[in-house]
């Protein structure tokens, strides 16, 4: 079984006059920097594979992006996934030594900037063997369920403030594409297999980048898990096909407590939590099958704890799971602001009501919190008929001021919660103490600099170390790796590669 992971980073940057550097400007200074840093002789323009075997590179969105190298277990897919967090750190932290007009620069594992609807991704890729049809009906179930482990935020449709397990969740709008870039579908149908074996790639778009090792150890464990079921013939995604899986999805995403429930095939209605546990048998069921990996047994304690945590209640993994984390955080803000969570739900409603008059207006200006506040004669009858409703539950309009406030202050500390250095409040409250996330045996340092020893990224990375180092010129991807100067090619089209065996490079073909 081979797996990896990647993730886009947001980096933003001030200069020494406290002025937000361009984007372009950032991240073009931020890839020659990473050229320079991490070795010169490679011909590709936007990224360097590096000693570990993983891939860094200038994505065509605009952000910098993290792969890792080919993995056979999900510690170590979450060791190299860490270990690309503190490349792109200390990256950063020295960028400034050749840009002293740059005096701050900061980078966050972010998924969403909510003002402009920005998304940083975080996917995930799988070796199999199954016809690529057959799996959306095994795992879209999955899936839509899988929002319990989920990055935590807001709701981006909500003009007030909508807590979610899962900010990306409501982004995505179709159950299958091929396409990930202009659409987001639960279930990505592309199959790019990056090998020559016959095997393919499953590449899960719908998630997003975590900071707990818990949560990351198991978005990728049971995910792999699944897959290997269906690889020997299992089905378990018959019994809990949903009938609407995007609603479903949403319907998840805004229940903290899990108890929403979501029609499925039978027509019996199942919470997030009943369909993982069914996935979570099938799985116990086939433990000890000799063609099941040697961590499947640990994946499914750990799954089965988390899952009995969530069921007793949000509390359970609020030093735990990400979007509990956050919510705790945020909970504490507008504690400190004198605002009471549960008038979140009310403000939504009064702010969602006044948007969609406004939008019925058919006004080009689309709609603003300060339109409230100013009053604007398109909103003031329905302000006046929202009265009664916002003050029989304990808030009035006057508090709206505040409430904006505090909105814009829980945007920023959801962008800083993923922060990669101290200053963010993930690593705040690790090194603090307060957590209980963390996953034994996910040793980072070394995968900073050693690839894994068990599939073709222990060739490359020895192999791009060796060429760097002797500053040979070279070309290389995911199957193959060119020896420009000395014309020749080393095949990695097999993803268990063990033996470095080069040959001559083809003449080039020559047209009239």
Same mark, same amino acid.
């Given at each position: 079984?081979?797996?990896?992971?990647?993730?886009?980073?947001?980096?933003?940057?001030?200069?020494?006059?406290?002025?937000?550097?361009?984007?372009?400007?950032?991240?073009?200074?931020?890839?020659?920097?990473?050229?320079?840093?991490?070795?010169?002789?490679?011909?590709?323009?936007?990224?360097?594979?590096?000693?570990?075997?993983?891939?860094?590179?200038?994505?065509?969105?605009?952000?910098?992006?993290?792969?890792?190298?080919?993995?056979?277990?999900?510690?170590?897919?979450?060791?190299?996934?860490?270990?690309?967090?503190?490349?792109?750190?200390?990256?950063?932290?020295?960028?400034?030594?050749?840009?002293?007009?740059?005096?701050?620069?900061?980078?966050?594992?972010?998924?969403?900037?909510?003002?402009?609807k920005?998304?940083?991704?975080?996917?995930e890729?799988?070796?199999?063997e #199954?016809?690529?049809?057959?799996?959306?009906?095994?795992?879209?179930?999955?899936?839509?369920?899988?929002?319990i482990?989920g990055?935590?935020?807001?709701?981006?449709?909500?003009?007030?403030?909508?807590?979610?397990l899962?900010?990306?969740?409501?982004?995505?709008?179709?159950?299958?594409?091929?396409d990930?870039q202009?659409?987001?579908?639960?279930?990505?149908?592309?199959?790019?297999p990056?090998?020559?074996?016959?095997?393919?790639?499953?590449?899960?778009?719908?998630?997003?980048?975590?900071?707990?090792?818990?949560?990351?150890?198991?978005?990728?464990?049971?995910?792999?898990?699944? @897959?290997?079921?269906?690889?020997?013939?299992?089905?378990?995604?018959?019994?809990?096909?949903?009938?609407?899986? #995007?609603?479903?999805?949403?319907?998840?995403?805004?229940?903290?407590?899990?108890?929403?429930?979501?029609v499925?095939?039978?027509?019996?209605?199942?919470?997030?939590?009943?369909?993982?546990?069914?996935?979570?048998? /099938?799985?116990?069921?086939?433990?000890?099958? =000799?063609?099941?990996?040697?961590?499947?047994?640990?994946?499914?304690?750990?799954?089965?704890?988390?899952?009995?945590?969530?069921?007793?209640? /949000?509390?359970?993994?609020?030093?735990?799971?990400?979007?509990?984390?956050?919510?705790?955080?945020?909970?504490?803000?507008?504690?400190?602001?004198?605002?009471?969570?549960?008038?979140?739900?009310?403000?939504?409603?009064?702010?969602?009501?006044?948007?969609?008059?406004?939008?019925?207006?058919?006004?080009?200006?689309?709609?603003?919190?300060?339109?409230?506040?100013?009053?604007? %004669?398109?909103?003031?009858?329905?302000?006046?008929?929202?009265?009664?409703?916002?003050?029989?539950?304990?808030?009035?309009?006057?508090q709206?001021?505040?409430?904006?406030?505090?909105?814009?202050?829980?945007?920023?500390?959801?962008?800083?919660?993923?922060?990669?250095? /101290?200053?963010?409040?993930?690593?705040?409250?690790?090194? =603090?103490?307060?957590?209980?996330?963390?996953?034994?045996?996910?040793?980072?340092?070394?995968?900073?600099?050693?690839? %894994? %020893?068990?599939?073709r990224?222990?060739?490359?990375?020895?192999?791009?170390?060796?060429?760097?180092?002797?500053?040979?010129?070279?070309?290389?991807?995911?199957?193959? #790796?060119?020896? @420009?100067?000395?014309?020749?090619?080393?095949?990695?089209?097999?993803?268990?590669?063990?033996?470095?065996?080069?040959?001559?490079? %083809?003449?080039?073909?020559?047209?009239?």
């Open positions: 079984m081979v797996m990896g992971g990647e993730t886009e980073y947001a980096i933003s940057a001030r200069d020494t006059q406290g002025t937000i550097v361009d984007q372009l400007t950032l991240l073009a200074r931020f890839l020659d920097h990473a050229k320079r840093t991490l070795g010169q002789t490679s011909t590709a323009d936007r990224g360097r594979f590096l000693p570990n075997g993983g891939l860094l590179y200038l994505d065509s969105g605009l952000h910098m992006e993290w792969a890792t190298p080919e993995c056979t277990s999900p510690f170590d897919v979450v060791r190299f996934l860490k270990a690309g967090d503190r490349i792109i750190q200390d990256l950063a932290s020295s960028m400034t030594c050749r840009w002293p007009d740059m005096s701050e620069i900061f980078c966050s594992r972010s998924n969403v900037d909510y003002l402009s920005t998304l940083w991704a975080a996917h890729s799988y070796m199999h #199954i016809a690529p049809g057959a799996l959306p009906a095994e795992l879209v179930p999955f899936l839509a369920s899988r929002v482990l990055a935590g935020g807001w709701d981006y449709r909500s003009p007030a403030l909508r807590f979610t899962s900010p990306r969740a409501h982004f995505i709008t179709q159950v299958t594409d091929r990930s202009h659409s987001r579908p639960l279930f990505h149908t592309k199959d790019e990056l090998s020559r074996t016959g095997s393919h790639r499953l590449h899960v778009a719908c998630s997003e980048t975590l900071c707990s090792d818990v949560a990351n150890v198991l978005r990728f464990g049971t995910t792999a898990l699944v @897959l290997a079921l269906v690889e020997r013939g299992v089905r378990p995604g018959r019994e809990v096909g949903l009938i609407s899986p #995007i609603a479903a999805l949403h319907r998840f995403a805004l229940d903290p407590e899990c108890r929403a429930r979501a499925i095939a039978t027509r019996q209605r199942l919470t997030a939590l009943e369909i993982q546990r069914h996935y979570l048998s /099938s799985v116990e069921r086939n433990l000890g099958e =000799s063609d099941l990996p040697d961590w499947a047994e640990r994946i499914c304690v750990l799954w089965k704890a988390t899952l009995d945590d969530l069921e007793r209640g /949000s509390s359970r993994v609020d030093a735990t799971l990400d979007w509990a984390i956050k919510r705790r955080l945020f909970s504490r803000r507008l504690g400190s602001r004198g605002i009471e969570w549960t008038t979140l739900r009310t403000w939504d409603t009064a702010l969602t009501r006044l948007e969609h008059v406004w939008n019925a207006a058919n006004r080009d200006q689309p709609f603003e919190l300060r339109l409230v506040l100013e009053n604007d %004669p398109t909103l003031t009858p329905e302000i006046r008929r929202l009265t009664p409703f916002v003050e029989s539950q304990g808030v009035s309009w006057s709206l001021p505040e409430f904006i406030t505090a909105r814009d202050e829980l945007f920023e500390l959801d962008a800083r919660y993923g922060g990669l250095d /101290s200053r963010g409040l993930f690593n705040a409250l690790d090194a =603090s103490g307060t957590l209980r996330h963390q996953v034994p045996g996910l040793d980072v340092t070394n995968a900073v600099t050693s690839p %894994p %020893p068990d599939t990224a222990r060739i490359r990375g020895d192999v791009v170390q060796r060429l760097s180092r002797a500053g040979t010129k070279y070309a290389a991807d995911w199957i193959k #790796i060119c020896d @420009l100067d000395h014309r020749r090619e080393l095949d990695l089209a097999n993803p268990f590669e063990t033996q470095e065996e080069w040959r001559e490079m %083809p003449a080039p073909v020559l047209t009239r």
